[in-house]
Nanobody, 127 residues
């Protein structure tokens, strides 16, 4: 079983930056991808950024160029560097294990396949 603990959320003004962290523990050997999802009030949960264990990254279109996902295997820690934040980025951010799938050489978000979720960390961006 895998346990995930996020940290690093907070409140910033538009244009600001935040870095989220997700510490993984437990049986992590079989994880194939690590992902960040988010959920804004009244909306469904959506994939934001993902990284496969062999280093392939994939992003939601609206965050490409602003967000960067990375994985420190030695520390079992996932990061999400968020720059040039917009009010539309306001949401609860969740770390997830195995939230990505590969088809035809392309990775995509698959929230129904997630094997472990973190508790979430709030990101609020004011205009």
């Amino acid at each position: 079983q895998v346990q995930l603990v996020e940290s690093g959320g907070g409140s910033v003004q538009a244009g600001g930056s935040l870095r989220l962290s997700c510490a993984a523990s437990g049986y992590t050997a079989r994880i194939r991808s690590m992902d960040w999802f988010r959920q804004a009030p009244g909306k469904g949960r959506e994939g934001v950024a993902g990284i496969s264990t062999d280093g392939m990254t994939y992003y939601k279109k609206s965050v490409k160029g602003r967000f960067t996902i990375s994985l420190d295997n030695a520390k079992n820690t996932l990061y999400l560097e968020m720059n040039n934040l917009e009010p539309e980025d306001t949401a609860m951010y969740y770390c997830a294990a195995d939230g990505g799938r590969k088809s035809g050489g392309v990775w995509y978000f698959a929230p129904s396949a997630v094997t472990a979720w973190g508790q979430g960390t709030q990101v609020t961006v004011s205009s």
